[in-house]
């Protein structure tokens, strides 16, 4: 009588390696067999995780830096009453301008533009380093699949109404942030006690689940907009919003004007640029774009395909690298080369000042 023994299948490569991080000091840590996962899907789901939320990094700078941050009229220069000779504002009928605070506005003094931009790149070290220490501890400590980052509802509402836009609010940036300190102090508080805990019971279920789609549909909302997104929503002076999609040269800045007793029509501040089409709706090459990664992404997850996300990501991210197309991230102006020549750096160490 013979007896047939089944011999088992050589495991690959990827099944080695979850085996033997699933057996390991780190594995056992985060309980990866317990919770019925493995190395490659929490890799995987990581790098989906941080690709979907490294725009915070841009954006959440890009908002806080409007409000003027630590820039003032300070930071802005003399400039000759005849733009052209501003290098060397010598000869008649020429002089001097004094700064005063109508520099942080259209047009913006090019020493207020530079400080922002300064300012930016503080404000994108600060969000790397304080996500960083949120997520390494929400892993470590709490030992929970969780990324943490600055929320994008509290910084609009922080820079847009309470300390404005180039600081034209009520508030001062200083103030606003002592205030936000002592908010986060008080929260770590009643966190640390179990009050957020009773609170956050008290709040009814329906408020909860609302809340959430509500912040939701905010975060959408900035994605569709022009400055911070693809560009499909853009402003209508009967509906507020409208479709927009519409390219760079076909975009309208905005002011806000004030009209005194006299009937002298005077600008108060820039509110926006480039948030109206005045045509060629729909035919911003940049909005398409997004609607291939969307299409992308969309048909990956019909398929169950794995990290389908990341596909329509990296191909969305890979086509806006070149130079010198309609759908660039690096135009051919002084910001786009500036963003190119500090993309070029590969690894930078920035000092925040």
Known sequence: MEIESAVAPPSSPLTRLNTFVATSRVGKHFKLTKRNTTFTTELRA?????????????????????????????????????PTFNSNCTGPNLHLIIPTTS??????????????????KDLIVATVVSSLIGCVIMGTFANLPLALAP??????????????????????????????????????????????????????????????????????????????????????????VTLAACPESSRAKLAQVITLPNGTVSVLSNVSSGVMCVGNRMESPTFWLGVVGFVIISYC?????????????????????????????????????????????????????
Do not use: W
């Not at 942080?104 to 931009?117: E, G, L, S």
């Not at 942030?177 to 008290?202: D, P, Q």
């Open 151 to 240: 929320a994008m509802g509290s910084n609009a509402y922080f820079a847009y109404t309470v300390v404005g836009f180039h600081g034209s609010g009520k508030v001062s940036y200083e103030s606003a942030l002592a205030a936000v300190f002592v908010e986060g102090v008080l929260f770590l508080l009643i966190s640390a006690i179990g009050l957020r805990a009773k609170l956050a019971k008290i709040v009814p279920k329906p408020v909860r689940i609302s809340s959430s789609a509500g912040i939701g549909l905010f975060l959408a909302f900035i994605g569709l907009q022009n400055n911070e997104g693809i560009g499909l929503i853009g402003y209508s002076s009967s509906t507020l």
């Open 46 to 82: 990581g790098t989906t995780t941080f690709l979907t939320m490294a725009y915070i990094l841009a954006v959440n700078a890009t908002i806080l830096s409007d409000s003027g941050a630590t820039c003032s009229v300070h930071d802005c220069i003399p400039l000759c009453s005849n």
């Open 301 to 353: 997850l019909v398929k169950n395909v794995k990290g389908s996300i990341i596909y329509g990501i990296v191909f969305v991210t890979a086509v806006s690298l070149f130079r010198n197309t309609q759908v660039t991230a690096f135009p051919n102006t002084p910001e786009g080369d500036s963003s190119y020549n500090y993309f070029k750096t590969i690894v930078d160490v920035h000092k925040i000042r």
């Open 103 to 120: 520099c942080k506005f259209h047009p913006v003094n090019p020493d207020y533009t530079a400080c922002i931009q300064r300012v930016r």
